[in-house]
């Protein structure tokens, strides 16, 4: 899944004071024209590098690509950082989570053992919808995930006399996650320079929210004696959570990884949950759009009531996950 960063990083430049004249006027001008806001119109509010490099001449860029200061014929150091974007973006990213569930879940003071795999999941699907949505503006954005399922499954059990039980099992399943997150820095990797084709970076964020849970479980049996009885349940809790992410920049490439911990024990929350999670995409020449390819696994231990209104879920939901991405 693209992994739906894209980045706007406050501005700071290292310049030597034992360079010569040349590389302190030039520095002098790249200085001036990123503090004068309006000197930033030239850059059409497009994300942009500076690099101070071992030689050559200053020169301007258009699009995504960097521009190049000349520092010294002595000096062999190469960085560079991205101007600031003020202007608001986003992502879409439809995905699919092919997941299995493992663990216990127990239901009215009984407690089952459930390992159950995405192709028997898939096999009673009714309907899936799964989306992961951003923005963000210069260092801050906030993010918004939904999963939602519903699972139906029919059987017929044979009793005496050639009777036969129908009963039609229906599941409803919503995971709902939100918050905002803070970009710490972008940060290059190896020697930028002119004639460097590969730019590799690094960026680290930070990031809070919450995850919602809800899920709802119905029975309907029809037997022979025309009592038609109906059970249903549904259950719901919320946790705080707190993370963060990285992601590995090779030219359109990228690898991304996240983490996140949560529920803490509230009263209205998990005992403990735990997120991780791991893509691979690359942005396509056209539109921006970005195959992504992943794996997830979440871990949560939640438990309410007692007795025999006890509901207790603990068990791993994992599997891989695949989807598109889409930058406006």
Do not use: C
Not at 163 to 186: A, P
């Amino acid at each position: 899944m693209k992994n739906y960063f894209v980045y706007a990083i406050l501005i700071i430049i290292s310049i030597s004071f034992s360079m010569g004249n040349s590389a302190f006027a030039q520095a002098d001008w790249v200085n001036e024209r990123l503090n004068d806001e309006s000197g930033l119109s030239w850059l059409d509010g497009g994300s942009y590098r500076i690099a101070f490099s071992d030689g050559g001449d200053s020169s301007e860029a258009a699009g995504n690509e960097t521009l190049y200061a000349q520092a010294d014929e002595t000096t062999t150091d190469t960085t560079y950082i991205e101007a600031p974007s003020k202007e608001w973006h986003f992502s879409i990213i439809p995905y699919l989570w092919m997941m299995g569930i493992n663990g216990k879940v127990g239901v009215k003071g009984r407690t089952a053992n459930v390992d159950v795999s995405f192709s028997q999941i898939f096999e009673n699907l009714d309907f899936a919808a799964e989306v992961h949505m951003e923005a963000w503006r210069e260092r801050f954005g906030f993010f918004i995930d939904a999963t939602y399922s519903k699972i139906a499954l029919t059987k017929n059990v044979s009793l005496r006399q050639d009777r036969t039980l129908n009963i039609k099992n229906v599941s409803q399943f919503f995971l709902g996650e939100f918050g905002g997150f803070y970009r710490v820095g972008t940060w290059p990797i190896g020697t930028v320079s002119s004639e460097s084709k590969t730019k590799t970076s690094i960026t680290f964020d930070l990031l809070g929210g919450g995850r919602y849970w809800w899920l709802e479980d119905e029975i309907d049996l029809r037997g022979p004696l025309g009592q038609n009885p109906e059970f249903s349940g549904s259950e719901s809790w919320f946790d705080f959570i707190v993370g963060a992410r990285a992601k590995l920049d090779i030219n359109k490439f990228f690898i991304a990884l996240r983490s996140d911990i949560g529920g803490f024990g509230f009263g209205f929350s998990s005992d403990i949950s735990w997120n991780i999670a791991g893509y691979i995409g690359y942005e396509l020449p056209w539109y921006k759009i970005t195959p992504i390819i992943g794996y997830r696994a979440l871990y949560d231990k939640y438990s309410n009531g007692s007795g025999n209104n006890r509901f207790l879920w603990d068990a791993w939901m994992y599997g891989p996950q695949i989807g598109i991405g889409f930058q406006f």
